[in-house]
């Protein structure tokens, strides 16, 4: 015989526990948090084309100047970001993004910053990568011996800080308290490296003619000196140099253009065929400096097959411990170092050169 009473009851346990799990997916799916899943995202080889056939176009292409054959691959690397300030994930993309092994939850605001649209984050991604292509074409033909002129001009005036109303926009920065700048590090470093609350002497050239104005630092915060100004290099480039990156946004792959600009104007196989990624914002001086997401882009530079990996300094702490098997990292500061960490490659000869993952 049967007992229907215990059939009867193992059928309510087994409804009544269906609901709480149906009740707990609707709640994990319906309800959104301020956080963003960092992924490895696609790579893309600075050597190659993008495109088939007729319509291919060389992601790096110089016209002007003689170029040269080119072997293995310089891939700059990417993070695929889930989430946003108008589109948050769910309870449920949240659980799955901590499980996940090769990704990375983050509060919304360390990737996305605060008080911005979905609209105004791509705009100041797309502004970046522009940025990053010009002094990366600039400090890249400098390394072979060209001259590349530039002027650093005002692009931005913060509201309710000593330059406003004071400077204007196109203002070219000439010297700082009497010293000639070259670059736009010059200008940040001569102006930050006092306390807040002293003064200031900007030499700028404003239609032609050249003033002195003096301004009184603020605090920007943390006790850094500033007068609420941006500066953008304007280059005066030999011969034209076209980057092309697609749909990428942000700054992050200004060291691997300058790497692939320097490939092809240069004789000789930079690379020796091997597969070298990497990332790291460049500024005009040839300053590597840090970027976001750096573990998702050493899988992806894994899973594309480098054998090479350029970290840029500031990064190697995030670094250390988390190298995927079988990819080596090398620590870059500057441009120099990244061109010699992929000669070294090359020769696969790395051991003296400076490396995050012995950390």
């Not at 292509?133 to 002129?149: C, F, H, N, W, Y």
């Not at 003064?199 to 032609?208: I, Q």
Request: aromatic share 4%.
């Amino acid at each position: 015989m049967v007992d229907t009473r215990r059939v009867d009851d193992l059928a309510w346990r087994v409804m009544r526990w269906s609901m709480v799990l149906l009740c707990v997916s609707l709640v994990l799916a319906t309800i959104r948090v301020p956080y963003a899943i960092e992924a490895p995202g696609p790579v893309s080889d600075t050597l190659a084309s993008r495109g088939e056939g007729s319509s291919a176009q060389r992601v790096v292409d110089v016209e002007g100047h003689r170029t040269y054959p080119t072997s293995g691959h310089l891939y700059f690397t990417t993070v695929t970001v889930q989430g946003g300030p108008e589109d948050h994930i769910t309870l449920w993309e949240w659980l799955l993004g901590k499980i996940d092994r090769d990704a990375k939850v983050v509060p919304e605001q360390t990737v996305f910053g605060t008080g911005r649209s979905e609209e105004e984050i791509q705009q100041l991604n797309a502004a970046e990568m522009q940025g990053s292509q010009k002094s990366a074409i600039a400090v890249a033909l400098r390394s072979t011996g060209e001259d590349v002129p530039q002027d650093n001009v005002v692009a931005s005036i913060a509201g309710d800080l000593p330059a406003d109303g004071r400077l204007e926009l196109k203002d070219e920065v000439t010297a700082v308290d009497g010293v000639a700048t070259e670059h736009v590090s010059d200008v940040v470093a001569a102006i930050s490296d006092r306390e807040p609350g002293e003064d200031v002497r900007l030499t700028v050239r404003r239609k032609g003619a050249e003033r002195e104005i003096t301004l009184r630092t603020a605090d920007l915060g943390g006790g850094r000196a500033g007068v609420g100004v941006g500066l953008e290099p304007l280059f005066d480039y030999p011969y034209e140099v076209r980057i092309d990156a697609g749909e990428v946004g942000g700054p992050s792959a200004g060291t691997m253009f300058a790497l692939a600009v320097r490939d092809l104007v240069t004789p000789g196989e930079m690379t020796g065929g091997r597969s070298v990624a990497g990332t790291g914002t460049i500024d005009d001086s040839g300053q590597v400096g840090p970027i976001g997401g750096i573990r998702q882009k050493m899988i992806g530079a894994r899973d594309a097959g480098a054998q090479y990996f350029l970290a840029p300094t500031d990064n190697c702490d995030e670094v250390a411990g988390h190298v995927p098997d079988g990819l080596t990292v090398l620590e870059v500061d500057d441009f120099d170092a990244a061109v010699d960490a992929v000669e070294g490659a090359a020769k696969g000869e790395v051991g003296d050169l400076p490396s995050c993952g012995t950390r």
